[in-house]
């Protein structure tokens, strides 16, 4: 392997480690807000409550039928970062939020519940734009957008395929607790609708102005 070759393959997954990095630090600020789950875990939450199965085990499940979908139409989007991203995110999640609470002990007000929110959306976006722009894998849900705008041949735009997406689970996962005679509040609060709604067009402007330029010189050698 040439050396620019060597120097491209560190800076992707350099690229990667640090999207993810963000990517967690997003989830344990999105738990601290406590304005409700993002859409993904709001769907598993109402599917868990309607079927014999923990919360985990329905994540499990339903992360596999996803990869399966990607598997045939967005094979590209799998990689080692697919890989590390299920290993780590939910144990930095759990590393930020045991700061915050017990090291730290800060109290989460209102203002620092809302600036939870918004800096956790800040950080999903640029993350998610950081590890989709290094491709070298991403997480089985985030592949749902691309998988949606390469159907409909870019007529639907990533930011808005994501949109579209994000929303579409959380209906499934309401659907699933109502049918269970769940408590539709337990899994849905203002963070899951604001995080469904400014997800998709936060991460194609990270990734216009920031993840795409610094890997566009390098990719003209790849």
């Known amino acids: 392997m040439s050396s620019a070759k060597k120097k491209l393959l ?17 989830v344990g600020l999105y738990r601290l807000g406590e304005f409700g789950a993002d859409a993904f875990t709001c769907m598993n939450l109402g599917m868990c409550e309607f079927f014999p199965v923990s919360f985990g085990t329905c994540q499990l499940l339903t992360n596999a039928a996803i990869m399966i979908a990607v598997f045939f139409k967005a094979r590209h989007c799998i990689g080692a970062g697919t890989i590390v991203n ?7 999640a759990d590393f930020i939020c045991w700061m915050v ?11 620092l519940r809302l600036a939870a929110l918004i800096l956790g959306s800040l950080f999903a976006g640029l993350g998610i734009a950081l590890y989709m722009a290094a491709d070298a894998g991403i997480a ?38 109502l049918l269970a005679g769940g408590n539709v509040w337990l899994i849905l609060g203002f963070g899951t ?12 402007f990270f990734k216009t102005h920031a993840a ?5 010189s390098s990719r003209t050698t790849r």
């Open 10 to 26: 560190i800076k992707r997954y350099l690229m990667m480690l640090i999207g993810i990095f963000f990517v967690g630090i997003c």
């Open 140 to 177: 089985a849900y985030d592949s749902a957008a691309i998988i949606i705008e390469d159907m409909t041949h870019g007529r639907i735009p990533f930011q808005f395929a994501r949109v579209i997406s994000d929303i579409t689970i959380i209906i499934i996962g309401v659907i699933f607790c």
């Open 101 to 111: 609470k017990d090291l730290l002990q800060i109290h989460m007000t209102l203002p």
């Open 86 to 92: 299920m290993a780590t995110v939910g144990y930095l």
């Open 212 to 216: 795409d330029p610094i890997m566009g």
């Open 193 to 204: 609708i604001y995080t469904a709604l400014v997800h998709g067009p936060l991460i194609q």
